[in-house]
């Protein structure tokens, strides 16, 4: 079985200084496997590996596979390098079919000033397989520097936020997507959001009316803890809950809601629990009135 891997684009600052934050827990080396594919992952640039919200490198050695949320470990065959390398070029071993190193692939690494790895991660043709994170190199994270972000921001003013928000369109959002490897914990969020499906008017499906698993673009799915709110209300805060395929249910950090005039709503949305693998809000279409937003 040949492991294809696509290149990523170059970055052409400081790596150091232009990073994407992957704090992902489940990497971790005795996290056990849930079936995460790297392939389905977009990967842009580089990034700089956390465990918590401290700083972890990939291993060095061979990693046993069914662990890192994967069932194909990807580790770093070589030692990573010193702050005065630069940027160095590193073979990645995948640990499959008894062998520690069944395919090898490289990609550039980084190390930074303050005791931190980049790595310009590259995407595996292949699944499942996903990059490892060494629980064993955990250190103290000082500060983080500005991340990118693939999520919509919004203005963060003192406003009506039914006035203020951003559209927040992405298809993969929609209930009755697939996998496809999006991850809302990599993303900055900053505001108030109105959800759209393909330019129609949308909003977080309710937990209490989805018994089943919807995977809604990620590994695991979140929808709203409770009802909308009412006009009346005003901004109400809401628990959100999330799926996975393993069947297991998650608590996530509460966002707060509005009612808007013209039956709407706007969600103020916020950084996923990273203990949650790969969460996404889910976005429904509504097509029957089940908390009209006018009644007041």
């Not at 992952?41 to 972890?56: A, D, E």
């Not at 499906?205 to 990620?218: D, L």
Request: aromatic share 12%; net charge neutral.
């Amino acid at each position: 079985m040949l492991i294809l891997f696509v290149p990523a684009t170059a970055t052409v600052s400081d790596p150091c200084n232009n990073y994407t934050a992957l704090d992902q827990p489940w990497r971790a080396t005795n996290a056990a496997a849930l079936q995460i594919c790297d392939h389905y992952f977009i990967w842009n640039g580089w990034y700089r590996m956390l465990y918590n919200g401290m700083s972890v490198r990939m291993p060095e050695s061979c990693v046993a596979m069914c662990t890192c949320g994967t069932d194909i470990t990807l580790w770093l065959n070589g030692l990573h390098p010193q702050t005065q390398d630069g940027i160095v070029t590193r073979g990645v071993c995948a640990t499959y079919a008894g062998s520690c190193c069944y395919q090898s692939v490289s990609i550039r690494v980084k190390a930074c000033p303050d005791n931190y790895t980049v790595y310009e991660f590259v995407r595996p043709n292949i699944c499942n397989a996903a990059y490892c994170a060494d629980v064993n190199t955990i250190t103290p994270t000082n500060t983080l520097a500005t991340v990118t972000s693939s999520a919509a921001t919004a203005i963060n003013i003192s406003s009506d936020p039914c006035n203020i928000s951003r559209v927040l369109d992405d298809t993969w959002r929609s209930v009755s997507m697939g996998y496809s490897g999006n991850d809302d914990t990599v993303a900055e969020w900053s505001g108030w959001y109105r959800l759209y499906l393909q330019g129609r008017s949308a909003q977080m499906p309710e937990w209490v009316f989805y018994s089943g698993y919807v995977r809604c673009g990620g590994y695991s799915s979140l929808l709203l803890g409770g009802p909308h709110p009412l006009l009346k209300d005003g901004i109400v805060t809401r628990d959100v809950y999330g799926w996975n395929p393993q069947y297991s249910s998650y608590r996530s950090n509460p966002i707060q809601v509005r009612a808007c005039p013209g039956s709407y709503y706007v969600y103020r949305l916020v950084r996923p629990a990273v203990s949650i693998p790969m969460p996404t809000y889910c976005a429904g279409i509504v097509t029957h009135i089940l908390n009209p937003v006018l009644e007041n």
